[in-house]
């Protein structure tokens, strides 16, 4: 697979924001990516998906309104944006490449740890 680097975690406040932001390491294949989280006791769920032109974007319900996922193709980089972040969001968030024809790889990051306190 390819590497995903990962960045923008950490422990906020309830109401608070975040950036998180993923970029493949030597890999400048554009492909649809995602954001997943695992939150404790819990199996991991899809948080926001966007296509590789980020024309289709889609959400977890709980997210909805919240999030917001973007990207730069120009820089190969996903962004997750969270605003009003509940302690229910509190979770390891993990970046998802999918394959692609010239990058035929699944791909995940390491995961970075949000943390959400009330």
């Known amino acids: 697979q390819v590497p995903l680097v990962e960045s923008g975690g950490g422990s906020v406040q309830a109401g608070d924001s975040l950036t998180l932001s993923c970029a493949p390491s030597?890999?400048?294949?554009?492909?649809?990516m995602g954001w997943y989280r695992r939150r404790p006791g819990q199996e991991r769920e899809l948080v926001a998906h966007?296509?590789?032109?980020?024309?289709?974007?889609k959400y977890a319900d709980s997210v909805k309104g919240r999030f917001t996922i973007s990207r730069d193709n120009a820089k190969n980089t996903v962004y997750l944006q969270m605003n009003n972040l509940k302690p229910d969001d509190t979770a390891v968030y993990y970046c998802?490449?999918?394959?692609?024809?010239?990058?035929?790889?699944?791909?995940w990051g390491q995961g970075t740890r949000v943390t959400v306190s009330s």
């Open positions: 998802n490449k999918e394959p692609t024809l010239c990058s035929p790889f699944d791909s």
């Open positions: 030597g890999d400048t294949c554009i492909s649809a």
């Open positions: 966007i296509t590789s032109g980020g024309v289709t974007i």
